[in-house]
C-alpha cells in the first residue's frame, strides 16, 4: 500500500500575494463576464460567486502565523508547568531531608535518582511527578510533622494535573497544526487553480487586445506560444521582460 502524498501549494508566491491577485482577477472577470460567457458558457453564473465562496473558505482558514503563535502559546504553558514542577520538588527536598535524615533509600522513593533523567523530558517529568505525589502520600504523616503540609501535598497532585494537560494540549496540537495547514493548503490551491482557468481563458479571448490582455497576465507565469500577447498600442512602451 502506498503512502500518501504530501499536499504542496502550486503556486510559488506568498499566500497573501496569491489571494490579493485572485481577488483582482475576479473583479476583472466580472466585468468582462458577457465576453467570458460568450467564450465558454461555463464561466456564467454562479461561477463568479462559487469562485467568491473559495477565497472566502481559504481566508477562515488560521494562517501559517496564526497557527505557528498558538503551537508557541502551548509550548510556553508545558515549559512553564516544567517549571514549577522541577521547583517544587527543589523546594520539597528540604523537608523530605528534614523527616527521613540520611535515609538514602527512602529518598530514592521521592525520586532523587530519577529527577536528572526526568528533569527535561515531559513524559517522564508526569510519571515523576504521579510518583512523587503518591510518595509524599504515604509518607504524609511524617512529611507533616516536619512542616511539609496536607496543602503542600496536594499541591504535587495540582502542578501534576497542569503539566499534564499543558502537555496534552501541546501534543494534540502538533497533530492538529498539520491538519490545519494541509487544509488551507487544499484551498488556496483551489482559489489559485480556478484563478489560473479564468487567466488562461482571458488571454485567449483578448489575445487582440493589449489592455485587456494584461489583467489575465499572472505573475511569474510566462505566455506559452500559443498565447503570444498581442503588441502593445503604438503611443505605449512594450513590457518589461
Known amino acids: 500500500m502506498s ?13 497573501s500575494d496569491m489571494m490579493q ?7 476583472a472577470f466580472i466585468e468582462d463576464n458577457a465576453d467570458f460567457q460568450a467564450f465558454d458558457p461555463d464561466f456564467k453564473d454562479p461561477y463568479a460567486a462559487n469562485w467568491q465562496s473559495e477565497i472566502d473558505a481559504a481566508k477562515s482558514v488560521p494562517t501559517d502565523n496564526v ?38 533509600s527512602i529518598w530514592n522513593e521521592f525520586g532523587y535518582n530519577d529527577y536528572d533523567r526526568s528533569r527535561t523530558s515531559h513524559p517522564l517529568m508526569i510519571s515523576f511527578m504521579r510518583d ?13 510533622a516536619k512542616n511539609f503540609t496536607q496543602a503542600m501535598i496536594d499541591e504535587i497532585g495540582t502542578l501534576l494535573n497542569q503539566l499534564n494537560s499543558s502537555d496534552t494540549a501541546q501534543e494534540a496540537y502538533k497533530g492538529t497544526r498539520e491538519v490545519l495547514t494541509q487544509n488551507r493548503i487544499i484551498l488556496l490551491n483551489q482559489v489559485w487553480t480556478t484563478t489560473v482557468t479564468v487567466c ?16 489575465y497576465v499572472l505573475p511569474g507565469d510566462p505566455t506559452t506560444p500559443d498565447e503570444e500577447p498581442p503588441p502593445p498600442p503604438p503611443d505605449q512602451p512594450p513590457p518589461t521582460p
Open 3 to 15: 503512502r500518501p502524498k504530501e499536499v504542496v501549494r502550486l503556486y510559488t508566491m506568498a499566500d
Open 21 to 27: 491577485v485572485s481577488e483582482k482577477t475576479r473583479e
Open 67 to 104: 497557527i505557528v503563535d498558538t503551537m508557541t502559546i502551548l509550548t510556553t504553558a508545558t515549559e512553564n508547568a516544567m517549571e514549577l514542577c522541577r521547583n517544587k520538588f527543589q523546594s520539597m527536598k528540604f523537608f523530605i531531608e528534614k523527616a527521613f535524615p540520611n535515609k538514602t
Open 132 to 144: 512523587l505525589y503518591a510518595v509524599a502520600q504515604k509518607y504524609s504523616a511524617e512529611l507533616i
Open 200 to 215: 488562461r481563458a482571458g488571454k485567449l479571448i483578448y489575445m487582440n487586445n493589449y489592455a485587456k490582455y494584461q489583467r
